[in-house]
């Protein structure tokens, strides 16, 4: 999930087409447009300054919306997921007749949420496009509305103030050309050239580039299947580029995104930010550009039984999160087939309105947070014309005692005061206290979601972080080494393991400290004698290993019990019937039935080579649980992308008990288990380690 104004254009003429290896292996040491960082910073401003933006997926499937022959739980992926004949599915071309479309209504909606850009899908994966397009009639003309959606809004959101922004499908399930076909269609592939389907690709890029007036972003996905590679990706980049040069591209359009976590996993990738999808990355990625796409619901084509909203405060709070981290939010709307965003969406959009009427200052060119963390918020910065900072604090927890604690800020604070909703700009005493800065409240917040509390300091922010106290595990069998350190060159990392607080006079640290018992390690920075940082601290604990199990008798592989269903975390299984049930060599999905809507039960026994501490690890798509006899050592649920999550627990040598749960919902699908352990590195539990203990 770069710009030049001389643009050096060193890949194929437009609308030229990959036709085969030859042409790939021509591609060796290509690259993409060279760009010095200040103007690939030019060019991204308007981007890094909007921080919110709306996405819109709409197209064929809002028809059905949602339902196919009794299922209730389709989306914009409904074709795939319901596995329509394309004969069948183009009839939905005769009822797409949006009455109701209002391009300026939407334009309005989008701006009064405070929105500064509109993403919408030009052509999903289904092939049918929103525009006018001379490459083929399966488009909106050919609909009883027969009016360019595209340039309506287009047209809207500049009369708005917006950006107009396209997204594009490079996968098309219904150009013969494109392949692969779906694995359940009978459409034979005979005949299918891609290298031509590429060549309709660029030509509708273009269409969508050169007929609507400056364009904000090319938002390319679907790039994922074999058929696409990275010499495509390189070449559409460039091709976009050579059209636009100001135009700003996602990394779909290149093989270089790590699955939903959307962030271009190495050099050499093209695209201009990361696309984070329905999570936001844990920590901020400084340098990096990205933008988290979310739906307010589980779809993003509508779905009218999907009542699964996400309330304005978290989509407020998720805002914040976002921009403390310096990312942008992409949030998605999906409109019925009559032309109108469902009324769930519009009060949302409207209660997110309201909130950034007050503090969209604060989100609006603003800068990553300085801090690692703060235990009762979020923050962003912007750097002031004068030298100064401005810092924007969201509190999410009011404090009860009126002292909001800012701790390891070490500058000089000049001015404090809040966003309120009154417009007051009553000054807010701040006092220090040691490493912290300390900002007096009133009584009760003027916003129940997230108050802002502005913060002017001399310079750039001096921040201390506490010293990172790391280990292995916070669990041992024997001994353990544990450090405390810092990045900082210019303190001391002060520390004590008998419960009291380090002072000026406590251990120094200068290297691991090897503990034998259950100990509770605090830290913290001293500067000149005195304290500069919060405390750190840290418990590990010794423990004695599960003795391993002796089953009668064992035999490779694991058991397995398969569901269907439909959920947003893991269910009970204890009160449901498993459809089908046998064994499996590892954690695997062989035996299901569909892609969607599906969970699996695992169990049997994994084969622990040596006494001590293990870490196990489970990434999925969507949640999962791993436990070892009855103790729930890794918690993966919930409705997300592919997420990995981990767990610790001491083992003696032989086999222990292990069951792994899943279930998926919609969209993609994964289940990864690993492991890591004494002298072992985290590799996936191999088939060998695996067995089962057959039924008598």
Not at 523 to 550: C, H, I, M, N
Not at 637 to 642: A, F, S, T
Not at 647 to 668: C, D, M, N, R, Y
Request: charged residues 20%.
């Amino acid at each position: 999930m770069n710009r030049s104004t001389a643009l050096c254009i060193v890949l194929a003429a437009a609308g030229a087409a990959l036709t085969g290896p030859a042409q790939a292996a021509g591609w060796e040491g290509q690259q993409m447009p060279v760009e010095t960082k200040e103007q690939r910073d030019q060019r991204m401003a308007w981007w890094r300054a909007a921080r919110f933006g709306l996405f819109i997926h709409w197209g064929l499937y809002a028809v059905p919306a949602g339902e196919w022959q009794g299922s209730t739980h389709h989306g914009e992926w409904i074709m795939h997921s319901a596995q329509i004949p394309l004969a069948d599915y183009g009839q939905f071309r005769a009822r797409f007749n949006p009455v109701r479309f209002d391009a300026d209504a939407w334009a309005r909606c989008a701006r009064d949420a405070g929105m500064q850009y509109v993403v919408i899908t030009s052509k999903h994966h289904d092939g049918f496009c929103l525009f006018d397009s001379q490459q083929t009639d399966y488009d909106v003309m050919s609909t009883p509305f027969r009016r360019d959606i595209l340039k309506e809004l287009a047209d809207a959101c500049r009369r708005h103030g917006l950006r107009i922004c396209w997204y594009y499908s490079i996968m098309d399930w219904h150009h013969p050309d494109y392949l692969p076909r779906r694995p359940w269609e009978e459409r034979s592939a005979a005949g299918a050239d891609f290298a031509r389907y590429v060549a309709y690709l660029k030509h509708q890029v273009r269409e969508l580039l050169t007929n609507y007036g400056p364009i904000g972003v090319m938002w390319f996905d679907g790039e994922w299947e074999d058929t696409w590679q990275h010499e495509h990706g390189l070449d559409l980049y460039n091709y976009v580029r050579s059209i636009d040069p100001a135009v700003i591209i996602n990394n779909r359009v290149d093989k270089g995104r790590a699955g939903m976590a959307g962030m271009t996993v190495a050099g050499g990738f093209a695209g201009d930010f990361g696309t984070p999808e329905q999570e936001i990355p844990p920590t901020g990625l400084p340098g990096v550009d990205w933008e988290t796409c979310m739906t307010m619901n589980d779809h993003w084509g509508y779905n009218k039984y999907d009542k699964n909203w996400k309330s304005s405060a978290q989509l407020i709070r998720m805002l914040v999160d976002i921009a403390s981290k310096g990312g942008n939010f992409l949030l998605n709307v999906g409109p019925t087939a009559e032309g109108e965003f469902p009324p769930e969406c519009v009060e949302r959009l409207r209660d997110i309105g309201t909130w950034m009427k007050t503090n969209g200052q604060a989100i609006y060119d603003t800068a990553a947070s300085p801090f690692r963390s703060l235990p009762w918020g979020r923050c962003t910065q912007k750097h002031l014309p004068d030298g100064s900072t401005r810092l924007h604090f969201f509190v999410f927890d009011w404090p009860q005692e009126g002292r909001l604690v800012i701790p390891g800020l070490l500058n000089e604070a000049q001015r404090a005061q809040l966003l309120a909703a009154s417009g007051s700009t009553q000054a807010l005493d701040v006092r220090r206290a040691a490493d912290a800065l300390v900002v007096s409240l009133p009584p009760a917040p003027p916003d129940p979601v997230a108050s802002v509390v502005v913060l002017d300091i001399a310079g750039m922010p001096d921040v201390v972080e506490p010293p990172v106290i790391a280990a292995e595990a916070s669990i041992f069998v024997d001994a353990l080494e544990v450090s405390a350190v810092t990045d900082r060159g210019d303190v001391e990392v002060r520390f004590t393991t008998d419960g009291s607080e380090p002072t000026a006079a406590s251990a120094l640290a200068t290297g691991p400290v090897r503990v034998t018992d259950t100990v509770t390690l605090k830290a913290r920075l001293f500067r000149d004698g005195k304290p500069v940082s919060p405390l750190a601290a840290a418990t590990f604990t010794r423990v004695t290993p599960r003795p391993p199990e002796r089953p009668a008798s064992s035999a490779p592989g694991l058991s397995y019990e398969y569901y269907e269903g439909d959920w947003n975390e893991l269910p009970d299984f204890a009160r449901l019937r498993p459809l089908k049930s046998g064994m499996v060599p590892n954690f695997v999905f062989t035996p299901r039935e569909r892609g969607e809507y599906f969970a699996f039960r695992y169990a049997g026994f994994v084969n622990v080579p040596r006494d001590g501490v293990y870490t196990f690890y489970t990434a999925s798509d969507d949640g999962s649980r791993l436990y070892i006899g009855e103790r729930l050592v890794v918690d993966n649920d919930g409705l997300h992308g592919v997420v990995e999550r981990s767990g610790q627990i001491a083992l003696a040598a032989g086999l222990h008990p292990i069951t792994v749960t899943f279930f998926e919902k919609s969209g993609g699908d994964l289940l990864e288990v690993f492991w890591s352990g004494p002298d072992m590195g985290k590799q996936r539990i191999a088939d060998q380690a695996l067995v089962h203990a057959p039924a008598p």
